[in-house]
């Protein structure tokens, strides 16, 4: 059964840094196109970062771009996504999806097969 399961979210003042997990089980993630998605409350589900099965680029939202870094660890079967710099409107809950059939990035997310449950990253003073 393929699983991905988030930590690693909490809160955090602006200006701080959290790391966030995502860890697969049941399917090796190296040979996957994984992507982070956020959802702000009342906003809709949002790209942050993704990283292609295809051509192994990593791809980061203009928002995020500088601030947030995608890494992976094959051996732990599991990537992170570093954030620093948080500002209040990073606040969202925070999704890791991965598919072994997408190349593309810029795919819709509803075309992700397995997802994580999320967690919730909330950036306040």
């Known amino acids: 059964q393929l699983q991905l399961v988030e930590s690693g979210g909490g809160l955090v003042q602006p200006g701080g840094s959290l790391r966030l997990s995502c860890a697969a089980s049941?399917?090796?993630?190296?040979?996957?196109?994984i992507s982070w998605f956020r959802r702000a409350p009342g906003k809709e589900l949002e790209g942050v970062s993704c990283?292609?099965?295809?051509?192994?680029?990593?791809n980061y939202a203009n928002s995020v771009k500088g601030r947030f870094t995608f890494s992976r660890d094959n051996a732990k079967n599991t990537v992170y996504l570093q954030m620093n710099s948080l500002r209040p409107e990073d606040t969202a809950v925070y999704y890791c999806?991965?598919?072994?059939?997408?190349?593309?990035?810029?795919?819709?997310?509803?075309?992700?097969?397995?997802w994580g449950q999320g967690t919730q990253v909330t950036v306040s003073s």
């Open positions: 049941g399917f090796s993630l190296d040979s996957y196109t």
């Open positions: 990283i292609s099965n295809y051509d192994d680029i990593t």
């Open positions: 999806a991965a598919d072994a059939r997408i190349a593309d990035c810029g795919v819709a997310p509803g075309q992700f097969g397995s």
